[in-house]
């Protein structure tokens, strides 16, 4: 397989590090809010990767750090008068429910930032013990000019962030030694979770936490490094300062960065205001189609989001779940056992297309490509399958077609809509189990209607439940 390398600016063919081995680190939300749709573009771009690696026999190490501790954390911490982690135990709730809905594996690890202090504490030791960071009352800084291949990634040339950064260092960023020096450890505030550390009580700074949690959960060379393309500088070039600075070795061997999903042209963002949260977008449409939509382009074209678009990605889909059911219907009814000439002869066909679809995702994952392939595949089911096709065509027609679906993450069944009678049905049986004192059954109802998305609340009339 070949991937761009936003390194190297060229598609390179990718060696693992261990045979048969992949450890890949994508950079995670910030859970202060529920996920808006461009944050969901790279969860689905580097979950198909992910799918895509172990369909050709990687055991993948897949880590994704959720950034608990943040400023804007605390900002809503400090806005609803709870602590910082009762809001973010609840995003990373609600994030986790939106990833599932878009068939976004869970990651081999999710590690959170304030889990792992310790391990960031030693990172910023280490640092200091080579030179590379310094203390100035109680904020530690990375001296970035001791690092010479800072700004390899972005290819960023030191002399001009430097003058870009002169008015920072006017405007009271006079502790540091240089402009370009950034933070490892900040010192408390009032009313900021904090943790003690050899330069009192205080909390990483955010680039530091990849830096951590990658060599901890892959190791200090990583295979590749993930996330969207705003990342690239100053975060990623961070993280490649500190780790390579630290361990003494080169961090990521392929960094793949995606483009953004954009609205009206413009980048998607909380801070723009211009953004749909996953949620808000789930009610209008399943997130199935979201995730066709996301892998209807290639992951480094931007990505427009508009109505048009998602509602022929909609379209596209209902084609291929149509199909799907088309032919595992012939499977079931199939009377003749072994294929035609004809029939071996499509057969082949299906392996050409097997091999078409391969070549595109070989080809720095080209999803647009893929899917391309996938709708050939869907014209010659509907043109060959029917209700005369042998049961050896139609299951090698289901096989592949399955397959080349669940590369993509998308489901080739519909979407079960749970019906208002059978809520209450279930709602019934759980009022039945509590008066028999059945509480594990009556648990097990309301969480799994939870899981489809209908959360029941007591009250003095009874048994209410809502759609969330
Ligand atoms: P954040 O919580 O802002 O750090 O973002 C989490 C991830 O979403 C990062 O990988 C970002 O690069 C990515 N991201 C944010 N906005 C967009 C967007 N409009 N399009 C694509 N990716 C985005
Ligand atoms: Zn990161």
Redesign the pocket.
């Known amino acids: 397989m070949k991937i761009y390398n936003t390194m190297t600016r060229k598609k390179e063919e990718f060696v693992p590090i261990r045979e048969g081995k992949v450890g890949i680190y994508?950079?995670?939300?910030?859970v202060y809010d529920f996920?808006?749709i461009?944050?969901a573009?790279?969860m689905i771009v580097f979950d198909t990767l992910r799918r895509y690696l172990t369909y050709l026999g990687y055991e993948v190490n897949y880590v994704s750090n959720f950034?608990d501790v943040d400023d804007k954390i605390i900002k809503r911490a400090n806005e609803e008068g709870v602590e910082s982690t009762v809001i973010s135990e609840r995003y990373i709730a609600e994030v986790k429910k939106d990833m599932c809905s878009m068939n976004v594996q869970e990651a081999t690890t999710h590690p959170k930032a304030t889990e792992e202090i310790p391990d960031m504490i030693a990172l910023v030791e280490t640092l200091i013990e080579k030179g590379y960071a310094y203390e100035v009352n109680g904020t530690v800084y990375f001296r970035t000019r001791q690092f010479k291949e800072y700004g390899k990634l972005s290819h960023k040339n030191l002399d001009d962030l430097r003058s870009g950064n002169r008015s920072l260092k006017v405007s009271g960023e006079d502790e540091k030694e240089d402009g370009l020096d950034f933070v490892l450890w900040k010192p408390k505030k009032e009313g900021e979770p904090s943790w003690p550390s050899p330069w009192g009580e205080g909390r990483p700074g955010w680039h530091l936490e990849c830096s951590c949690m990658s060599k901890k959960y892959i190791g200090d060379v990583i295979d590749i490094h993930a996330?969207?393309?705003?990342?690239i500088f100053p975060h990623h070039e961070n993280e490649i300062a500190q780790s390579e600075a630290a361990n003494g070795t080169e961090f990521a061997r392929y960094w793949m960065h995606?483009?953004?999903?954009?609205i009206n042209n413009e980048?998607?963002?909380?801070s723009l205001g211009n953004f749909f949260t996953v949620r808000e977008i789930s009610e209008k449409y399943p997130l199935q189609v979201i995730r066709f939509f996301m892998l209807s382009a290639h992951y480094r074209s931007p990505l427009n989001f508009s109505d048009d678009l998602v509602e022929s990605a909609k379209n596209g889909l209902e084609r291929i779940v149509t199909a799907y059911e088309k032919v595992a219907e012939a499977a079931g009814k199939a009377t003749v056992s072994d294929m035609t000439a004809q029939e071996t002869e499509y057969a082949a066909k299906i392996d050409e297309f097997l091999k078409k679809y391969e070549a595109a995702m070989d080809d720095d994952l080209n999803t647009a490509d893929a899917i391309s392939v996938v709708f050939e595949l869907v014209k010659l089911l509907n043109t060959t399958v029917n209700a005369d096709s042998s049961k050896a065509y139609c299951d090698k027609m289901a096989t592949v077609f399955k397959q080349l679906c669940d590369i993509l993450g998308i489901e080739t069944v519909r979407e079960q809509e749970l019906l208002d009678e059978d809520i209450e049905r279930l709602i019934e049986e759980r009022q039945q189990a509590r008066k028999n004192k059945d509480f594990a059954r009556a648990d097990e109802i309301r969480n799994s209607l939870l899981e489809q998305g209908i959360a029941l609340e007591d009250t003095r009339e009874g048994v209410k439940w809502k759609k969330i």
């Open positions: 994508v950079c995670g939300p910030t996920i808006h461009g944050n573009r790279p950034t996330g969207g393309e705003d990342l995606n483009a953004f999903l954009k980048k998607m963002s909380k």
